[in-house]
C-alpha cells in the first residue's frame, strides 16, 4: 500500500473529534451511489421503452417498403427480383386504404391493408399473431361465400364481433346512382382475429385479401414490403435498392416511417438522464465540501507531514484519493444497486403504462453496456474533477502557518 493511499484511508476510516465531516463524507458516497443507480435505471428504462416499440413495430409492419413509379403490373415477378437483394429476407405486396367498419349499432374507422395470405407470414408477425381463424381465411371459401377480414382483439371487442359473423365495410369507392355517387356497404365476413401487441393495429387494422382491397379502393396500386436480416441496416439497403433499380424505384425503411416517435423518445431519454444526473453533481459538490473541510481539520497535520520533507504533490494526491475513494465507493454500491433494481423491477413488471399512449402495457428495463460505461465513466470522472481544488489547497498550505499556534 502506498504512502498517499495509506494516508488518504486512515483519513476516511479513523474516528475523528469533527464528527460533521465524516457526516458529511457518508452524504457524499450516498449521494454518489444514488445518483449512479437512478440514471441506470432511467436509461435502462428508457432504452427499454425504445427496444419494446421497435420490436413490436417491425414485428408489425415491413422493414423496407418499395414503391415503383407508374405501377407494378406483376408483383409476383417484383417480390422475386427484390427476394435475390443481399440481405432481404422476405418480400410480399401490400395495398393500403380506409374504411369504415360497423356491426348494429357500433361503428369504427380502419386502416385497411390488402395482402397476399401466402407471403405476408414472411414479412410481418401477422400469421404467428393470429389467435383465431388463419391468414388464409380472408380467401373466399366458395362462390357465393363473403370476402374476409382479420382485425385485431381489441377491435373486435369494441365491436362484439367473433369469427364468422358478418361486418359491413364502407369506402369512398361508390357506385354511380341516378342521384350521384353513392356509398356501398359491403358485407365481409370475420375470417380472424389478431393480437400484434401493438394498440395502433389492435384497434384499428384490418387485413384484407388483394383482390378484395382492390374493390374497396378502386386502386392497382401496390407497394412491396420487405423483412431484412438486420433492422439497422434496412436504410442502407433502402439506399441499395434505389440505387441498383434506378430512380423509378423509391425505397422508405421503417425509421424513416417512425422517425418523429423514436426521436421523440431519444430527446425524452436525454432529458431524463440530464436531469437525474444533477443528483451526481449535487454528490460532487458534497465531496468538495467535506474535502475542504478535512484540509481545515487536518491543517496541523499537513504541516507537520511538509515538515517532515512530503512533497506538495504527495500532499496533493492524499486528498485527491480521498475524493477518488468516495467516488469509487459510491459508484459501486449505486451500479450494484441500480442493475439489480432494473432486474426486480423487469423481471415482476412493475412499471405499467397506458396502452392508448405508449402501445404496450408495461416497460422492459434494459441495461445496456455502453450505457453503463458511460455511467460509470461519466461519474468517476466527475468525482475526480470534485477533489481538484481541495487537493491544490491542501498541497499550498504553508507548514509555518499551520503550526504557528499549534
Known amino acids: 500500500m502506498g504512502f498517499e493511499l495509506f494516508i488518504a484511508l486512515r483519513y476516511l476510516l479513523a474516528p475523528r ?20 443507480a437512478a440514471v441506470i435505471v432511467a436509461l435502462a428504462l428508457m432504452t427499454g421503452l425504445q427496444g419494446e416499440l421497435r420490436d413490436r413495430i417491425v414485428g408489425s409492419m415491413g422493414h423496407v417498403y418499395v414503391w415503383k413509379t407508374g405501377g407494378m403490373d406483376d408483383y409476383r415477378a417484383e417480390v422475386k427480383t427484390l427476394l435475390g437483394v443481399s440481405g432481404v429476407q ?15 349499432e357500433t361503428q369504427a374507422v380502419i386502416a385497411l391493408k390488402g395482402i397476399d395470405p401466402d407471403l ?29 377480414i382479420l382485425i385485431g382483439r381489441e377491435l373486435a371487442t369494441t365491436l362484439g364481433v367473433k369469427v364468422g359473423d358478418v361486418v359491413h365495410l364502407i369506402t369512398t369507392q361508390g357506385t354511380l346512382s341516378p342521384a350521384g355517387p353513392a356509398l356501398r356497404r359491403r358485407p365481409t365476413r370475420i375470417a380472424g382475429i389478431f393480437s400484434l ?34 433492422v439497422n441496416a434496412a436504410p442502407q439497403i433502402a439506399r441499395d435498392i434505389e440505387g441498383r ?16 416517435l423514436f426521436s421523440a423518445l431519444w430527446i425524452e431519454k436525454m432529458a431524463v438522464s440530464i436531469a437525474i444526473g444533477l443528483i451526481v453533481l449535487v454528490a460532487a459538490l458534497q465531496i468538495i465540501t467535506s474535502l475542504v473541510l478535512l484540509v481545515m481539520e487536518k491543517s496541523r497535520d499537513i504541516g507537520i507531514l511538509k515538515t517532515m520533507g512530503t512533497s506538495p504533490q504527495r500532499i496533493s494526491a492524499i486528498f485527491m484519493l480521498q475524493g477518488v475513494i468516495i467516488g469509487v465507493i459510491g459508484t459501486t454500491i449505486g451500479a450494484i444497486g441500480g442493475v439489480a433494481l432494473c432486474w426486480f423491477m423487469d423481471h415482476y413488471k412493475l412499471v405499467r403504462i397506458p396502452m392508448d399512449v405508449y402501445q404496450i402495457a408495461y416497460v422492459p428495463f434494459v441495461v445496456r453496456p455502453i450505457d453503463f460505461t458511460i455511467v460509470i465513466v461519466g461519474t468517476m470522472a466527475v468525482c475526480f474533477l470534485a477533489t481538484i481544488y481541495p487537493s491544490r489547497q491542501a498541497a499550498r498550505l504553508d507548514p509555518v502557518q499551520a503550526l504557528r499556534f499549534e
Open 245 to 260: 433499380f434506378g430512380p423509378e424505384y423509391v425505397a422508405q425503411d421503417w425509421g424513416d416511417l417512425n422517425q418523429s
Open 197 to 230: 401487441g401493438l394498440q395502433e393495429f389492435d384497434t384499428g387494422y384490418g387485413f384484407v385479401s388483394l383482390d378484395y382491397a382492390k374493390q374497396l379502393t378502386g386502386s392497382d396500386e401496390v407497394r412491396i414490403q420487405l423483412r431484412v436480416d438486420d
Open 90 to 104: 422476405g418480400a410480399a405486396p401490400a395495398i393500403d386504404g380506409r374504411a369504415l367498419i360497423y356491426s348494429g
Open 120 to 148: 405476408e407470414p414472411m414479412v410481418t408477425e401477422i400469421g404467428m399473431a393470429t389467435q383465431q381463424g388463419a391468414v388464409h381465411d380472408i380467401l373466399p371459401r366458395a362462390e357465393d361465400d363473403f370476402p374476409g
Open 17 to 36: 473529534k469533527q464528527a460533521f465531516i465524516s457526516v458529511i463524507s457518508l452524504i457524499s458516497t450516498l449521494g454518489v451511489a444514488v445518483g449512479v
